[in-house]
């Protein structure tokens, strides 16, 4: 089947802000946040009766910019630019496509970097800690200013997974259908591990100054290290291999030179260095902390409980290769679906490329999802 | 079968030196070092004819005491007391054992926090880079200087695997044995990137100084961040989950604080700390890039062509949890030793420890290596 892939061309980012200082939203750990605000895009257009909306939410280092260009010189698309647009797997000839940075990000939500109202400087570290439930207690407020009563469905891979699954289990009657991609019931303790090693790497580098470090370089050195580490564990040790080997970096022959000498760490500093460039070490800290707390048993109960209350439908789809949420932490969630009688697809996809195929392997997802959201329609058609 | 496991009691490191600024030991780099000292331990007695030697090679942050105490009042025995003594796997009532500190670390043996007769200084960064075949030299000469015309058995696991396989390649009349324990015939991409990733926050931390910082505390906060990046690796998830799971630290309930809140995290963090008290960030460095240059391919040829050469007989052990070195690593070697009709015997131990296993699964170990040592005897007896 070919599938004619269009993009959704240029895209216009949009705010929307809730809560005051006197009326904040109040977060998981009891602490209050308040204006918040949330940058958000939308592709395709709203039907009638507002059933058609797709909320797709972003992993740890996205945005609201899932799809198209801002500025018609822009070299690089929304991240998931291969599934959003006309005639793709969340096609906006027929879907209202929503994006919105999540709080606790440095993408124009909400987050560290943004003004404290109490003292009109930066949060820096005293942004209050948040939790998977409150970005999505967050997208609650724009998904009801938006004038939508039941998501049509909710999606998303890795954190997005998580936000996609939390969606479901607090707000259950405001969604149809979850995709839940690369992900988990919870954060595992390796999870966990790697990313306090972050952490430690962003929160040790003097230049993080108790966080406190906005109009200043900031911790570029830790954050580094930080993205490093994580990278890693996003790639498959199969595409580490192919992508890289054993090659050298600048030469036919060893340097022995006390840096770089393979091509893989040219690659991976190079990547921590760029990724210093376009997000903030504060929110690295916050959002990696929001999902250390994701624990569905934790908050809801053992999961076979957890999902009693649930009503969407879901598709759950592993990956082969991934080793952060690997396939058999996507089986817990299907086999708490199936022990509670609920519409579950569950798929592991065969690939290469790590808990980074969830971005990457989207011809194959692009089937699997489209036939998804056209079973989806038959139990709520979008008229 | 019931083994009596006894200590080997008090020892006495010893210290060996060889070569001179004049007449250096030419490194695989092609710079010199001169000259050399090893630090050393033995156990057990030679037999008349020095053909009992057992050498021990150790693993990245290990030293020459494997077995025993230093001090009647040492509350710790030596790394590998599991296995070194009376009746134990290494049996010191049969085999001489003998355990040097590789050059490049910093136990005793020379190293980057040696003094750089050049200057006067500790060598710091100015120190040479080292190979894994460096290391086997340096050993080599020790050898030597012991009258031990061919080592019985070269054993050990991780780097340790290494310089047992190097010591086969580079000095095949020498060795008549090998064991490699949860190693490879080369460093893996992975391995690499977890070692670059370590190197990078040591190097990035300001207080390594370009590698000048003996006299100051040292890049304790990099080396830090480079050990609970490495200590993850070396943990299985499954271990992982079983020690730690998502236990809390110290409440019962989420803190909702900006640092450690999970007992994996206060773990590491610890791991790291404690680290940075026993081992210098220099020699972290070197001995990492020695792992990374590893390569029996490169040096040697094909892994077919290269084992063609080789005299000893084999015992090729793998773990199943372990993966950074995951079994088929091993199978690698067994097979290229197959191709050349070697004798070698290849174990895959399963375990839930990971690759810490080789320190971890002794019973099992013990079992193997002694029916190896003692097929071992059939073809060079020990009178």
């Known amino acids: 089947m070919l599938i004619e892939r269009q993009s959704v061309g240029r895209v216009e980012p949009r705010h929307y802000a809730f809560g005051s200082a006197e009326t ?6 009891g602490r209050a946040l308040g204006p918040v605000e949330l940058v958000y895009e939308t592709y395709g257009v709203p039907n009638e009766a507002r059933t058609n909306a797709i909320l797709i939410c972003h992993a740890l280092s996205g945005d609201a910019h899932a799809a198209g ?3 018609p010189h822009d070299k690089r698309v929304g991240w998931w630019d291969t599934m959003i647009g006309p005639g793709k797997a969340f096609d906006t000839d027929r879907y209202w496509v929503i994006c919105a940075n999540v709080i606790g990000g440095c993408k124009g939500s909400t987050g560290p970097n943004s003004t404290n109202p109490a003292t009109g400087k930066p949060f820096g570290s005293d942004f209050p800690l948040i939790t998977i439930g409150d970005m999505v207690t967050a997208q609650k407020h724009l998904v009801d200013h938006l004038g939508i009563e039941r998501l049509f469905c909710v999606v998303g891979g890795s954190m997005g997974g998580f936000q996609a699954l939390e969606w479901s289990l607090r707000y259950p009657d405001r969604v149809h259908a979850v995709i839940c991609l690369a992900a988990g019931a919870k954060l595992s303790t390796q999870g966990i591990a790697f990313n306090a090693v972050g952490r ?3 929160t040790r580098d ?16 830790g954050l580094a290290s930080a993205r490093m580490v994580a990278h890693i564990t996003y790639l ?3 595409v580490l291999d192919h992508k890289f080997g054993r090659r050298l970096q600048s030469a036919d022959r060893l340097s022995y030179d006390i840096h770089n000498e393979f091509a893989v760490e040219s690659y991976l500093s190079h990547q921590g260095t760029r990724f210093t460039e376009r997000f903030d070490a504060n929110s690295y800290i916050y959002i990696t902390k929001a999902m250390d707390y994701f624990d569905i048993a934790r908050t809801y109960g053992p999961l076979k409980d957890a999902f009693a209350a649930v009503q969407a439908r879901y598709l759950v789809v592993s990956y082969t290769s991934d080793w952060l949420f690997p396939t058999a932490q996507s089986k817990e969630i299907v086999r708490a679906l199936i022990a509670n009688d609920r519409d579950v697809s569950f798929v592991d996809i065969d690939s290469p490329h790590g808990h980074d ?6 011809e194959g997802l692009t089937r699997i999802t489209s036939a998804f959201l056209d079973g989806s329609q038959r139990s709520q058609p979008l008229e």
């Open 206 to 221: 003097p230049d993080w100054q108790e966080g406190h470090y906005y109009g200043t370089p900031g911790p570029v050195r």
């Open 236 to 238: 498959s040790e199969i």
């Open 357 to 362: 195929a969830f971005l990457i392997e989207t």
């Open 200 to 202: 430690h790497a962003i």
């Open 69 to 71: 260009i801002h500025d």
């Open 24 to 29: 904040p939203m109040v977060l998981d750990s």
